[in-house]
């Protein structure tokens, strides 16, 4: 009886030195970066393809785009509201980074969401998108062979329950990034939101505006024809 118990533990402390070696090989495959550290973030990236310094593709869930991603990013999923999805039709995603810098505790965090919008009344949905978050009309733009971009940013904090927008990057670095990035050939869009928290959390304003832009420029979105 007592052989036979210890050959039992012995196949189970064996089966588990397997296992462990397996998912040991299956870790080491990829990259040793916070964006493949969470297994739900893995999901959207490609372990092969770093396209740049600091970012891996990321490609949609609604197969309807690929992007960017900062690899010490992560998805947010512990809530329901966190990712949300239509099928290949909508898709709205946060994802998030933070550090201490100084005994300060600083915090990013990056807001996508796709959708269809119709291309006649594409005006109306970008100023309305940065009426509300920067009370401005008229953001900035640029064109890239496939992509329509509006964006603009401003520094915002708020007294008592007052939300106050600065618009002056000579007075205060900007802590809010907004983007409206438009498909020229479908109703396809995506809003992003970019925003950080905590004291001196954005330390050079030349270098997270090109961030921004080359997250933005970086969207691609598939052929085909949107929703009729």
């Known amino acids: 009886m007592k052989k036979r118990t210890k050959t039992i533990i012995a196949v189970i402390a064996g089966a588990a030195i397997l296992i462990g070696g ?22 959207f990236l490609n372990k092969d393809k770093k396209v740049d310094d600091g970012f891996y593709e990321f490609k949609s869930k609604t197969g309807q785009y690929t ?11 512990k809530y329901r509201e966190d990712y949300t999805r239509n099928g290949e039709s909508y898709e709205n995603w946060s994802a998030s980074y933070t550090k ?25 949905y970008m100023e309305s998108l940065f009426k509300e978050q920067l009370d401005v009309k008229k953001p900035e733009k640029l064109e890239t062979s496939n992509t329509r971009i509006y964006y603009d940013y401003a520094y915002t904090y708020f007294r008592g329950t007052n939300q106050h927008i600065v618009h002056d990057s000579k007075k205060h670095t900007p802590n809010i990034y907004v983007a409206y990035v438009a498909d020229k050939e479908s109703d ?39 929703r009729e």
């Open 22 to 43: 397996i998912w040991m090989i299956n870790e080491s495959r990829y990259p040793n970066v916070p964006a493949f550290d969470d297994h739900f973030t893995r999901e």
């Open 67 to 77: 992007m960017w991603f900062p690899e010490e990013y992560q998805v947010l999923h």
């Open 100 to 124: 201490l810098y100084k005994n300060n505790k600083l915090m990013y965090s990056i807001n996508a969401k796709f959708s269809e919008n119709d291309t006649e009344s594409e005006s109306i």
């Open 188 to 226: 396809k869009v995506i809003e992003l939101i970019y925003d950080s928290v905590g004291e001196n959390a954005e330390s050079n304003q030349m270098d997270r505006k090109t961030w921004f832009l080359t997250m933005l420029k970086s969207i691609n979105f598939n052929e085909g024809k949107s």
